[in-house]
Nanobody, 116 residues
């Protein structure tokens, strides 16, 4: 069964940094585009794709994170990573990794809270 396990979140002050990690299981990892999705606070918010990386290493970013976030992958470890810098309060939320487009089941995600 496919499984995504995210980690690395936490409480940080504005301007701080975090490195998020995701390990995948049961997925033919190296053939897929992988992404990080952000779900902001509030039950009505949807998961939004903010960064993706292709099997060939090509990357794309949402304008809201461009220049601050860096996505990477390690096919040997079936891992996807997100370096997030210059954090802003609006970056608060739960971060998920998944194939692009995302499909169930989703992982638990990792909570990032940006607050002074």
């Amino acid at each position: 069964q496919v499984q995504f396990v995210e980690s690395g979140g936490g409480l940080v002050q504005p301007g701080g940094s975090l490195r998020l990690s995701c390990t995948t299981y049961g997925l033919m990892f190296d053939i897929y585009t992988m992404g990080w999705f952000h779900k902001g606070p509030g039950n009505q918010r949807e998961r939004e794709l903010i960064a993706s990386i292709g099997w060939d290493g090509s990357v794309n970013y949402d304008d809201s994170v461009k220049g601050r976030f860096t996505i990477s992958r390690d096919n040997a470890k079936t891992g996807v990573y997100l370096q997030i810098n210059s954090l802003k309060p609006e970056d608060t939320g739960v971060y998920y990794c998944n194939r692009v487009p995302g499909f169930a089941p989703w992982g638990q995600g990792t909570q990032v809270t940006v607050s002074s």
